[in-house]
């Protein structure tokens, strides 16, 4: 019996220093922690598993761009201002050394690809055609006369290449894509809606010194036209269109939701103008009296309001341009996949002067809500009743079900006007003055 409860002991203390050789605990002995094996203390090197060579998000999310789009500075915001119309230039780069000083006269060509079209043009001369990439396309015509330069200029576009000298060489080269620099206007609102609009037409890799006030870009020749008919636009545009934004969480302090209809008797019913439902929630256009800090005043009498994210965007009138809450946003939350979208025009909206403004609102999802807003200079919009819970992805969530997105929106308006007029005192213009000034 003795020889069995020896064997029994010594299988069960067999059987436990298993486990713990298996289960590989900490251990904690005098404040040196052991792990696997290994003794951590305090002049220990720390250990990571190796990551893939990918950008780090700090430095993906790093944009000089950001101090201009994600700050508002309510207590110096002018609803109108006037800005000097001024030229934007394309200049295309990469162009080499100047052609030759020749003469073009009575050269036709019919369905030649633009390499095989240049080298007859330039038989008898030192000059070889190159081409970089592949050209396919095929073009037609007759040149009566002109300079080498531009019967070559014009052969190439007709192409839809690009080309460049090398006189050192002799050598004509031709390629698809082409690089080109924008001379940009001073004014940064103009800057940002014309870089919008350049990213709305799909262009990504633009580089933008904004010492110098230039873009750099590369692209075909599709490219070089949706450019050249945005520049054409905005140089031809008479106004545009700015929105600063603040979007607040807001979380009731009881198990109720906001009493919006407290608007009514807080800042008078002459202060809430119009009222447009939506799919999700509801837009609100307000007069002046409603801000950014009465509105935060009224919240918070019933809720807890959290500023998530704050920042301004602009578009010439008639085309449409975008907010993204996560780029200007204070942290991760969960609205940072949320867009607010706005396409809007100034002028003539039925006899009066107006802002009709279409806003947007989308995640990746899909769009969420939309607005119909027409609006006269000076009011705000309230975006209200958006749930928080639009925004949770999973089936349980610590967010209340009361918890709203709140967005306001104060339109800007900014008047383009030649640099020959006197802009002196324009942006105090006020009133009836102001109405006058924006209908010249």
Not at 399 to 415: H, K
Request: glycine letters at 8%.
């Amino acid at each position: 019996m003795k020889l069995f409860k020896v064997l029994s002991w010594v299988v069960c203390c067999g059987m436990l220093v298993g486990c713990l050789q298996e289960d590989k605990p900490v251990q904690i002995i005098d404040n040196i922690t052991v792990i696997d094996e290994l003794v951590i203390d305090e002049n220990s090197v720390p250990i990571f598993p190796k990551k893939a060579a990918l950008t780090t998000d700090t430095a993906r999310r790093f944009s000089v761009e950001l101090p201009m789009r994600c700050e508002v500075d309510w207590d110096n915001q002018s609803v109108v201002s006037v800005v000097p119309a001024e030229k934007i230039e394309m200049i295309r780069l990469g162009v080499g050394d100047e052609l030759p000083e020749l003469q073009v006269s009575d050269y036709d060509f019919k369905d030649l690809t633009v390499k095989r079209a240049l080298d007859k043009l330039l038989e008898g001369t030192d000059i070889a055609v190159v081409e970089d990439e592949q050209l396919y396309e095929k073009i037609t015509g007759t040149i009566s006369s002109g300079a080498l330069s531009d019967a070559v200029e014009l052969m190439a576009k007709m192409g839809r290449a690009y080309y460049s000298y090398d006189a050192h060489n002799g050598e004509l080269h031709l390629k698809h894509r082409g690089k080109w620099l924008i001379k940009m206007p001073q004014d940064e609102t103009i800057i940002m809606a014309l870089l919008d609009a350049m990213h709305g037409a799909d262009m990504r890799n633009l580089l933008v010194d904004w010492q110098d006030k230039t873009v750099v870009f590369e692209g075909n020749y599709q490219t070089e036209r949706e450019v050249a008919r945005i520049i054409a636009d905005i140089s031809g545009k008479k106004y545009m269109l700015a929105w600063d934004i603040d979007v607040y969480r807001v979380y009731p302090r009881t198990d109720n939701p906001i009493v919006w209809m407290n608007l009514l008797p807080a800042f008078g019913e002459k202060n809430i103008k119009m009222s447009i439902p939506g799919v999700v929630g509801r837009a609100l256009v307000v007069g002046p009296e409603i801000n950014t800090k009465t509105l935060q005043e009224f919240l918070g009498q019933q809720a807890n309001v959290v500023l998530i994210s704050q920042g301004t965007f602009a578009i010439p009138n008639g085309w449409q341009s975008r907010f993204d809450i996560g780029q200007c946003g204070r942290e991760e939350r969960l609205e940072t996949d949320l867009v607010i979208g706005a396409t809007g025009v100034y002028g003539d909206f039925g006899g009066r002067d107006k802002i009709d403004a279409k806003i947007v609102l989308r995640t990746s999802q899909g769009e969420l809500s939309s607005f119909n807003i027409p609006s006269t200079v000076g009011d705000n919009y309230v975006i209200i009743g958006i749930p928080t819970h639009s925004f949770v992805t999973t089936p349980e969530t610590l967010v209340s079900p009361f918890a709203e997105l709140v967005v306001f929106m104060s339109p800007r308006v900014i008047s383009i006007v030649d640099n020959a007029k006197d802009l002196s005192g324009a942006n105090e213009l006020i009133g009836d003055a102001l109405r006058d000034f924006l209908r010249e």
